[in-house]
């Protein structure tokens, strides 16, 4: 359906009760024929990046040059993101569900000669399983896919999110359907309390509590009321919100409208970040496409019903992801946020009571307010019910976002799913939360993954980042990379945040030269706790976590650079120092060829030597040895 | 009227008052920089942090901002009320090492040096606010802004460049907590669209 048609047609789209709906599901899937196959090019950014435009294109060509029999031509579609985006582009042959990874464009030919018209698969494009070698053939059989549970991302990867249809044909806007027909707004906040859904923007607020607030203020202050989207996912290593609005936009939409539609909102707003362009053009289209048929707008269904949305795009600042800093950027002024000691439930835009939720908690209201909050609260632990998307990213084998449990024990996510770190080491911390969060370190890895049980660890649920470190991480290297992002993100309003954390950060700095001694570490201490009781907003509050986690954790590692002078992980430039172990040189001389400012020397099959006067630890040498010959210490 | 402790002492406030302005009332001592009757509070500066306790739980709130109510019990003499302005203190004496009066504030409050390196030893500018809040709410003309974020925010005119939206009235000059606006000012006034002198003809 392209956007002229819908204008055409748009009356005759418009969809006006819930019967409506179900015709049209009934009608799309009647053309559809389930035994046709079906080959699908992953376009989430990630596959995007590597080329999958280029790969989905030369199926295409591929297909039109191929001539095959009419009976069996396939359909060709591009999706959002399917998750295992260190091993894109992915292409998978539906219903077979055959998995290839890492596909190239010159791959096209073979895949429709080989796999469409002759039934036969592509060994070289399987993925080969890491422990045991084997190819693996399914998609459902990969590790990676096996140990998830999807539930908020069940269409990604199998729907074209530029196309409501897709949507509909999946079960997308039943749940709107019913409440509008059948629930009144009460039993649709009844519901979503049941659930014991808590915010998965980062802090785990249960998401009935803060509606039936709303609630409560609006009998007290009257309407207009707003609910808003927040789609300002800034976390490093975060694109959890990032895939849900480009693979399923319809879904934050329709929960976003069952939200209006329990609080009685006639306005919504989607504050989505500039960086996330293709986020914003599919939830464009998604929301043209759901106002021709008649399930955005005024008189959504026939139902009586009215409620618009209109997307704010950020404008580059990590600050404006704080409820109160987004609520002044979208009335055009500065992200700075203000006091909460005024609920925005009571006053949020405008002044107006305004219910604002993550990304992925309006994703799970459709799921809800369709299978029953009895159903969603099975899932998961008590107080932590439902499932949770992490994107995993940094030293793990399989980077990608995965949906599991509530409650899963870190280890499964990280080693089971997550393939574990590159080379079979454990690993040594998880930071979770993002830069608001904190390190656990692997003697925790049966921590279960809950809001209650990472906030006892000392860190935080956060949005769903997972940034996996091993032994060539530096803690303190980490702490001063938060920090960094942190001051320069900061709004710079209130002075423990401003002055803080840079002054947190020089003390680092110090550290990763050698510099400093067991009172600064004290003194970090004791400004941390400073900064976490009188910055303004969350931003300030939880940026020492990550320095205090580390410090809670790996205070030796603290302790070696400060009276030792020596960075155990082999990271910080003025504590190092590169040497080639005499035994273990080949003379092979493709670490001299590499050098940047030739500081190595050595004839050819002769032991070389590194001239450290002249070395800038860039550390070249140790990734170019094949015979692990260069050491740091 | 609200009855709450400041302290343990009993204290009475009107609805809507602050805790700052109803500890002011009775003469209760809490310090600030950014706050100034004329405009309305920001909490920028968080030096008037003060702790709310109830049975064993606690947390620190900017006075300021802090509206009062019923039963509240407010300490604005505690360890943790010590440890934020000290360290405030300390961070500012290193930031504005120019300011005589920052100075005097520290040391009333104990801090005589600071351990942190000290970027440019002419700096007075703490950049509370005051100065764009006092253009904006009560001269009406907003001349002056805080502009970009985080440690790069500086105080200054649009565009960095001298404005003839700027009256040249002074009451910038007059709110400035440490006397760094005198430096400033000349980089924002531009040629007035109407001088002063024209307005008092």
């Known amino acids: 359906m392209h956007d002229h048609a819908l204008a055409e047609q748009s009356d005759a789209l418009r969809l006006r009760s819930l019967d409506d709906l179900n015709r049209l599901r009934k009608q799309i899937l009647d053309k559809r024929d389930p035994d046709q196959p079906e080959i699908v090019v992953c376009h989430g950014t990630g596959c995007l990046a590597n080329g999958s435009a280029d790969v989905s294109a030369a199926i295409r060509s591929a297909l039109d040059t191929s001539g095959i029999e009419a009976k069996v031509v396939p359909g060709i579609k591009t999706t959002g993101c399917q998750g295992f985006c260190s091993h894109g582009p992915l292409v998978v042959i539906r219903p077979r569900g055959i998995f290839y990874q890492k596909v190239k464009p010159k791959d096209a030919k073979e895949i429709i000669e080989k796999t469409i018209v002759q039934g036969d698969v592509v060994k070289r494009l399987l993925y080969k399983n890491p422990t045991d070698g084997e190819k693996i053939l399914h998609e459902q059989d990969i590790p990676f896919y096996k140990r998830q549970t999807r539930v908020v991302l069940h269409n990604i990867g199998k729907i074209d999110p530029t196309d409501i249809s897709d949507t509909i044909a999946s079960g997308g806007y039943q749940a709107l359907a019913k409440a509008l027909t059948t629930m009144t707004p009460e039993q649709v906040v009844q519901e979503i309390e049941t659930s014991g859904l808590r915010g998965r923007g980062g802090a785990g607020f249960p998401t009935g509590r803060k509606w039936r607030s709303a609630l409560t203020a609006i009998e007290k202050k009257g309407r207009p009321v707003y609910v808003v989207v927040n789609g300002d996912e800034g976390d490093p290593g975060a694109f959890m919100d990032r895939t849900i609005m480009e693979g399923d936009p319809h879904a934050v939409l329709e929960g976003l409208i069952l939200g209006a539609y329990a609080l009685g909102a006639n306005q919504g707003y989607l504050y989505v970040r500039a960086e996330y362009p293709l986020a914003i053009k599919h939830l464009t289209i998604a929301m043209e496409q759901a106002r021709a048929c008649g399930l955005l707008g005024d008189n959504i269904l026939n139902s009586g019903f009215s409620f618009d949305a209109r997307i704010n795009r950020g404008a580059g600042a990590f600050v404006c992801g704080e409820s109160t800093a987004l609520f002044t950027s979208i009335e055009g002024n500065p992200g700075n946020p203000r006091p909460k000691y005024v609920r925005s439930v009571e006053e949020g835009l405008w002044g107006r009571p305004t219910v604002l939720n993550n990304v992925e908690t309006w994703a799970n209201i459709p799921l809800i307010v369709n299978k029953g909050g009895d159903w969603y609260a099975k899932i998961g632990v008590p107080h932590s019910t439902g499932t949770k998307v992490f994107s995993l990213v940094g030293k793990v084998n399989n980077v990608g976002l995965v949906e599991v449990p509530m409650g899963v024990p870190l280890s499964t996510i990280v080693e089971d799913i997550g393939g574990g770190v590159p080379g079979g080491a454990p690993f040594k911390a998880v930071q979770t939360g993002g830069p608001s969060g904190g390190c656990i370190p692997y003697e925790l890895k049966d921590t279960p993954v809950d809001f209650d049980s990472l906030t006892k660890a000392g860190s935080m649920m956060g949005s769903g980042a997972m940034i996996v470190m091993d032994n060539r991480d530096c803690v303190v290297d980490v702490g001063r990379y938060f920090l960094r992002f942190l001051e320069e993100e900061s709004c710079g309003k209130c002075m423990p945040c401003r002055l803080g954390l840079s002054r947190m950060r020089e003390i680092l700095d110090n550290f990763s030269e050698g510099k400093g001694s067991e009172k600064d570490i004290e003194d970090l201490l004791s400004l941390s706790k400073a900064i976490q009781d009188s910055a303004l907003c969350a931003l300030g509050s939880s940026a020492p976590n990550p320095v205090l986690t580390t410090l809670k954790y790996f205070k030796d590692e603290y302790l070696a650079h400060v009276t030792r002078q020596k960075c155990p992980a082999g990271v910080c430039k003025n504590l190092i120092t590169y040497s080639i172990d005499p035994e273990l040189c080949t003379g092979c001389t493709s670490c001299a060829k590499q050098c940047p400012v030739g500081c190595i020397e050595g004839e050819k099959k002769k032991t070389h030597a590194i001239d450290t006067g002249l070395c800038i630890r860039c550390g070249i040498c140790m990734d170019t040895c094949k015979f692990n010959a260069v050491n740091v210490i | ?201």
């Open chain 2, 1 to 201: 009227m609200i009855t709450f402790t400041i302290n343990d002492q009993k204290v009475t406030a009107k609805k809507g008052w602050t805790v700052l302005e109803t500890a002011r009332e009775y003469g209760i001592e809490i310090p600030t920089l950014c706050h100034h009757p004329a405009v309305k509070p920001s909490g920028a500066c968080r030096l008037c942090m003060v702790e709310l306790k109830e049975k064993n739980w606690s947390k620190l709130v900017a006075s300021c901002i802090y509206p009062v109510a019923e039963g509240i019990n407010v300490y604005t003499e505690t360890p943790r009320v010590h440890n934020v302005r000290r360290w405030i203190l300390e961070m500012l004496l290193a930031s504005c090492p120019a300011s005589p009066e920052i100075s005097a504030l520290a040391q009333a409050h104990g801090v005589v040096s600071t351990r942190f390196k000290i970027h440019d030893p002419s700096q007075t500018c703490m950049i509370c606010g005051l100065c764009q809040r006092i253009c904006e709410e009560v001269v009406g003309l907003s001349a002056i802004a805080v502009v970009d974020r985080g440690v790069h925010k500086k105080v200054g005119s649009p565009f960095m460049r001298p404005t003839d939206v700027c009256v040249a009235c002074g009451c910038c000059l007059t709110v400035c907590p440490t006397g760094a606006m005198k430096d400033i000012f000349d980089t924002v006034r531009g040629e007035p669209k109407m001088p002063l002198t024209q307005l008092a003809m």
